[in-house]
């Protein structure tokens, strides 16, 4: 049965700093991993997704990266910015993770 | 093109009365799936279903919890004779095609409270 883990459950950093979200995934037989914004009182919006073939992605300030071996997604988040500071979850797709609150402070 | 709506946004029941959430997918998507989210807990799966069938239903309680996408119309999440227990927030994801290679597009959810 696959387990989700994130770590840290919380976090909080001051703006313009660089960071480092962290999901693993116990079985590595995933098809993809995705990752979230959850903003308070709204559904969820997907940020990036990663086929099982694939090791990284990109868009904008984010980067997520894949290892199936070690069972490990990270999400890095260039120059923080408030705007920044909701849940992020991954997704392996099911089950989802417990998520990563992020608090960037200006 | 409208993303997936999930409607009401707020439902309030007494304990004993039947919850009916809805969901419709974006357009062009034949997947669904239902997840719940508990106060201070992530999200987890409920229910997957294509039209007119039910293809995972791992996650659903065994009891009063019910699911349905028929060929016309909005899928449908049903709880019979709620409890307290029942009060989260409910989302629903749809796909064009398994997730496999598609992600999911989640509606604003309906967040359940019970008296």
């Known amino acids: 049965k696959q387990e989700v883990t994130q770590i840290p459950a919380a976090l909080s950093v001051p703006e313009g700093e660089n960071l480092v979200l962290n999901c693993s995934f116990t079985?590595?037989?995933?098809?993809?991993l995705q990752w979230f914004r959850q903003d308070p009182g709204k559904g969820l919006t997907s940020l990036l997704l990663?086929?099982?073939?694939?090791r990284e992605q990109t868009s904008g300030r984010l980067n997520a990266s894949l290892d199936k071996s070690s069972g490990r997604s990270t999400l890095y988040i260039a120059a923080s910015q408030p705007g920044d500071s909701t849940t992020y979850l991954c997704?392996?797709?099911?089950?989802f993770g417990s998520g990563t609150r992020l608090q960037v402070q200006p | 093109n409208a993303g997936v709506m999930q409607n009401p946004r707020h439902l309030v029941r007494r304990r004993g009365q039947e919850a009916r959430l809805r969901c419709s997918p974006m357009?062009?998507?034949?997947?669904v799936y239902w997840y719940r989210q508990l106060p201070e807990e992530g999200l987890k799966f409920m229910v997957y279903?294509?039209?007119?069938?039910?293809?995972?239903e791992s996650g659903m309680p065994k009891e009063r919890f019910s699911a349905e996408f028929p060929k016309e119309g909005p899928s449908i999440l049903r709880i019979q004779q709620v409890v307290r227990g029942d009060s989260a927030a409910y989302f629903c994801?749809?796909?064009?095609?398994?997730?496999?290679?598609?992600?999911?597009?989640f509606g604003d959810g309906t967040r359940l409270s019970i008296l």
């Open positions: 357009k062009g998507h034949s997947h």
């Open positions: 990663i086929q099982s073939s694939q």
């Open positions: 079985d590595s037989a995933i098809y993809n």
């Open positions: 994801a749809s796909s064009p095609r398994q997730t496999i290679n598609q992600p999911q597009h």
């Open positions: 279903l294509q039209k007119e069938n039910i293809i995972d």
């Open positions: 997704a392996s797709p099911v089950p």
